[in-house]
């Protein structure tokens, strides 16, 4: 199965995503079939199942019956949307790697742009920047300045807000990420901080096409903390400065205390007392906390476990028989109202 070395890799992550896939493909497909319609050049789409537990695994499998360029790589566990992109580009074997997801509110009409930006430019990264984000939730829009603006403070120039997961990488670039020895990678900061020669592509983000996403706000939160602890010690240093606020503001009291037990006029004192030690204990703990942040990481790092498993690789394996492909046709009970059978989700395990 092992063909010559493609020009495109287009890496997806997918995690459950059985709503929204074959509507992808049909958006994705005759985009890169337009773009290497002639000669001997063509693309790969490497789909990194991460771990799906619906109908997504058989659904691939049923798309790369007619479609010889769609390779699928499968993660033995959920690993996460930024393992995934790294599993995928691990394993890209294109001169070009692009990275997007599958929900289509990154447009797949915009690789060909990119595409012939990053040659006619001779650039190494083309960013697709999110020039309107109209259609995402007001919460999102939020959320995601606070992180691009504290990212960008933190990391400085190189960052280009609303900058996402779509984006396109030369041979070098994708090398470059893979020698990394980060295990909580997140590309979207690491490829800028790289620092090589870049260009941007803008597009208007599209409301999720279907199915639902999946970054709650626990993850939200877990990729900032990820974003900062891996680019910056700064937050160590807040330890020092509350250190020092704190010894200023004890001497005020001090001052203030003594000047008062001097005129004879003492107070009860009790609410000062417990407001300073409350707020200290507070400091305290959240300097101990990231302080634990780092040492945390330290010690990811240090056990280095791999951050995925990959448990196939349809690039390594002989396509299923006609008899398996067969009993998956079979079990092909499309119900209108609910989506998928349950026998189809059965056979996806
Ligand atoms: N994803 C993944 N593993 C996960 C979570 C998400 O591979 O654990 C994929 C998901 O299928 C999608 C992409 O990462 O292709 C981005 O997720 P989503 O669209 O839900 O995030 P959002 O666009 O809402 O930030
Ligand atoms: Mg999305």
């Known amino acids: 199965m092992v063909g010559p070395a493609p020009v495109l890799t287009v890496v997806v992550p997918m995690y459950d995503e059985e709503a929204v896939l074959p509507l992808f493909a049909e958006r994705l497909r005759p985009v890169l079939d337009g773009l290497f319609d002639s000669g001997d050049e063509t693309y790969e789409v490497l789909v990194v199942d991460d771990g799906s537990r619906d109908a ?63 040659r006619s430019e001779d650039v190494d990264v083309v960013y697709g920047v999110r020039s309107d984000r109209s259609t995402d939730t007001a919460f999102k829009r939020l959320t995601a300045r606070a992180y691009y603006g504290l990212m960008q403070r933190v990391i400085g120039g190189h960052l280009t807000p609303d900058a996402g997961d779509y984006r396109l990488m030369s041979r070098a670039t994708v090398d470059a990420v893979n020698t990394l020895p980060d295990h909580h990678r997140v590309l979207r900061l690491v490829v800028p901080a790289l620092g090589f020669p870049s260009t941007k592509v803008a597009y208007a983000r599209a409301p999720r096409a279907a199915g639902k996403t999946k970054y709650p706000l626990s993850r939200m939160l877990r990729l900032t903390v990820d974003s900062l602890t891996g680019f910056s010690v700064a937050p160590l240093r807040l330890a020092t400065w509350f250190g020092l606020g704190g010894a200023l503001v004890t001497a005020i009291l001090l001052a203030f205390a003594l000047s008062a037990d001097i005129s004879g006029r003492t107070v009860p004192g009790w609410t000062s007392t417990f407001v300073a030690v409350a707020a200290v204990g507070a400091l305290q703990l959240l300097c101990l906390g990231l302080l634990g942040e780092y040492v945390g990481r330290l010690y990811t790092q240090m056990q280095g476990r791999p951050s995925y498993f990959v448990a196939r690789d349809s690039l390594e394996r002989t396509p299923p028989s006609e008899d398996v492909v067969a009993a998956l046709d079979e079990e092909r009970v499309f ?15």
Do not use: C, Y
């Open 56 to 118: 997504t695994p058989v659904l691939l499998l049923r798309e790369q019956r007619g479609w010889p360029q769609l390779r699928v790589v499968r993660l033995r566990a959920n690993a996460g949307h930024q393992a995934a992109l790294s599993a995928g580009l691990a394993r890209a074997r294109g001169q070009w790697g692009a990275t997007l997801g599958d929900d289509l509110q990154d447009p797949p009409e915009l690789l060909p742009q990119m595409l012939a930006a990053a």
């Open 335 to 349: 119900d209108q109202e609910t989506g998928f059978d349950q026998t189809i989700k059965a056979a996806g395990r």
